[in-house]
Each structure stands twice: as C-alpha cells, then as structure tokens.
C-alpha cells in the first residue's frame, strides 16, 4: 500500500496505465487499425478512440468494483480474454482480407518530352470483374475503434481495481488511480498508434507495395496474437 497523497497514487497510476499499453494485444490492436489509416490525423482518432474506450470500461467497472465491493467471478477474466482473442483474430483477419482485395498495378505515364515511367496504384481487384460497391473498411471509423477497446477493457477493469485496492490507502484515493491509469492508458494508446503510423507514412506514395506489406504483417500479427490469447484461456 502507498502511504501518501492522491498525487503520488496518480503519477504511479498514469504511469502504469501508459505501461499497460504497451502489453502485446494491446499493441497487435492499435497497431493493426492504425495500418488502415489515411493520416496522421486517422490514426490519433482511431487510437485515441480505441485508448477511450479500453479506458472508461476500466474507470467505470473498476470504480464500480472498488466502492461497491462487487466480486468477481473466477471465470471472467478467463472469458474476457478469450473475447479479446477473437476480437483480435477479426480484425487481423479484416485487415488480411482488405490486403488480398487491394491490388497493385503499375501503369506507366509519359509527361511531355520526358522519358516515360511507371506509377504505381491500388484498385480494389473485385472493382474489375463486379459492379458491386466495396466494403466500407470500418477499422478506420472511431466507433469500431472504441467499442474494440471497450472490449479490451473488460479483461483488465478487474485486474486494474484490484491493484487500485492494493496501492490506494482510500477508496477516494483508489478512484484517484483509476482515473489516472484510464489517463496513463489512453495517452499511451494515442501515442502507441502514432508511433505504429510511421512506417505506414515511409511506405507510402512511392512504395505502395512497402504499405501493403506493413498492413499484411500487422494482420497477421494481431490473427496470432489472438489466437494465442484465446488459446491460453481454453
């Protein structure tokens, strides 16, 4: 237990909430909706988005939990993961599928008397052979962001209001780490997501292929690690 101020009990508590978004599922989700952005400014919604949700289920379950004295059932968190599991197995597997849609076709252009050379350009392979309209990639949208994170949430708000019980000294000062952690946690997703966006903006333009190749590998990334969380729990 922490024998000081809500100051020092929020400082820990934001600093492990930015350290819990580093753990693995955490970083296969942001990661993998961050690969479907457009911008810079994409990825912080849809990060951010997925941060607030994963961090309000946590503040409000863990509150909940902490003042009210709920108990937990033995067999929730084992559940709960095994949800996150699947969660992220569909949105690695969304993100393959959107991989595999997207073709590269190179097409060469001559500008005035200059030497001809080839541009390279994504079209949706079904755009060729179908009139039906694409799939909208709904990675991109801050709702599915959010409710994914609010489902990552379910399998840590237990865990987070134990440990509030453990460092806080009051159940005031354990809503002070609550809150904090949801802060720590949501600022880290943010800055998780941007970070991940970086080799999507290196691979970009002039390397369409290199951005595939990103998006396919953070599909796949996140399909394993899901797989492997709900593996875990069975």
């Given at each position: 237990?922490?024998?000081?101020?809500?100051?020092?009990?929020?400082?820990?508590?934001?600093?492990?909430?930015?350290?819990?978004?580093?753990?693995?599922?955490?970083?296969?989700?942001?990661?993998?909706?961050?690969?479907?952005?457009?911008?810079?400014?994409?990825?912080?919604?849809?990060?951010?988005?997925?941060?607030?949700?994963?961090?309000?289920?946590?503040?409000?379950?863990?509150?909940?939990?902490?003042?009210?004295?709920?108990?937990?059932?033995?067999?929730?968190?084992?559940?709960?993961?095994?949800?996150?599991?699947?969660?992220?197995?569909?949105?690695?597997?969304?993100?393959?599928?959107?991989?595999?849609?997207?073709?590269?076709?190179?097409?060469?252009?001559?500008?005035?008397?200059?030497?001809?050379?080839?541009?390279?350009?994504?079209?949706?392979?079904?755009?060729?052979?179908?009139?039906?309209?694409?799939?909208?990639?709904?990675?991109?949208?801050?709702?599915?962001?959010?409710?994914?994170?609010?489902?990552?949430?379910?399998?840590?708000?237990?865990?987070?209001?134990?440990?509030a019980v453990l460092v806080a000294p009051s159940r005031t000062t354990a809503v002070v780490y609550l809150l904090s952690f949801g802060l720590g946690s949501l600022l880290g997703m943010a800055a998780v997501g941007?970070?991940?966006?970086?080799?999507?903006?290196?691979?970009?333009?002039?390397?369409?292929?290199?951005?595939?190749v990103v998006k396919g590998l953070a599909g796949m990334t996140s399909v394993i690690i899901g797989l492997l969380l709900a593996a875990s729990r069975l």
């Amino acid at each position: 237990m922490i024998e000081s101020g809500p100051l020092l009990v929020a400082i820990y508590g934001t600093l492990l909430g930015a350290r819990h978004a580093l753990e693995p599922d955490h970083l296969a989700a942001v990661s993998t909706m961050a690969a479907h952005g457009r911008s810079r400014a994409d990825v912080l919604r849809v990060s951010g988005a997925w941060g607030a949700g994963h961090a309000s289920l946590i503040v409000i379950a863990g509150t909940l939990i902490t003042l009210l004295g709920w108990e937990i059932p033995r067999n929730f968190a084992g559940r709960a993961d095994t949800l996150v599991g699947l969660a992220l197995v569909v949105v690695g597997a969304w993100t393959l599928a959107g991989v595999r849609r997207d073709r590269i076709h190179v097409h060469p252009h001559v500008h005035g008397s200059q030497p001809s050379h080839a541009h390279f350009h994504l079209h949706p392979h079904s755009a060729e052979h179908s009139v039906h309209p694409q799939p909208p990639d709904w990675l991109r949208r801050p709702a599915a962001a959010y409710a994914v994170g609010t489902l990552h949430g379910m399998a840590g708000s237990g865990a987070a209001a134990a440990l509030a019980v453990l460092v806080a000294p009051s159940r005031t000062t354990a809503v002070v780490y609550l809150l904090s952690f949801g802060l720590g946690s949501l600022l880290g997703m943010a800055a998780v997501g941007a970070l991940a966006f970086w080799p999507i903006i290196r691979a970009s333009s002039r390397a369409v292929r290199a951005r595939q190749v990103v998006k396919g590998l953070a599909g796949m990334t996140s399909v394993i690690i899901g797989l492997l969380l709900a593996a875990s729990r069975l």
